[in-house]
């Protein structure tokens, strides 16, 4: 947790300082519709993102977002093994119940591919990539309960909280509405870029790979 919070404090000095050098300053919320991709930890969320996006250049733009998440469902069809020779039955199956949920600090860079930051008419297209702190939580159900003192379980019962880094890329196309208003859609990609491999995730490895459909507006000051 110290390290995620070094992280932001970064992100927030270094956000301020090109902010003092800027063309413009942007405020941007959005709702969006999440998909978990990674195999057997497939599920859908819907969330909400608000960013500051730093114009240092007519196309050229730094961003700093944060972003959070519903729950996500899923289950999983598991075996626990015995630990000892003596314990009957040797094999027990039995279904994990997940529910999952992220919340996101991101910072990085927006290129216009088509018009520019304060464009008063025609469309813009841009696209997205940075670096993004992951905040999950994952909360699981064993049906039926596994005696743990007897067996092996291939994912932990109960609650935990886990970090990722991630690399972030998307893009998407916006529209001037008018007094500096844009609307915009845009996709985003999470692709993990650690592990941290904890008890309670059955898919650790790069996981989670998230993709996101986001429609919002920009504010232009």
Known sequence: MKRSIIILLLALTSSAVIHAQALGFSIATDFGLQRSFKKEQRFWAVGHTVQAQFHFAPKDAVYLWISYYTEGEFSNQLTANAKSPIVFPQNIAYRNDAAMRFKQFSVGFKKYLKGRFDMESDWNLYVYGGFGLVLGRVINRHNPTID???????????????????????????????????????????????????????????APLAGMLNVGIRILF
């Open 148 to 206: 743990t003192a007897d067996y092996d379980l291939p994912v932990r019962e109960g609650k935990a909280n886990f970090k990722r880094l991630t690399l972030d890329l998307g893009g998407g196309v916006e529209y001037p509405i008018g007094a500096d208003i844009f609307l915009y859609t845009d996709g985003r990609l999470w692709v993990p870029t650690t592990d941290y491999p904890s008890r309670h995730i059955f898919v650790n490895e790069n």
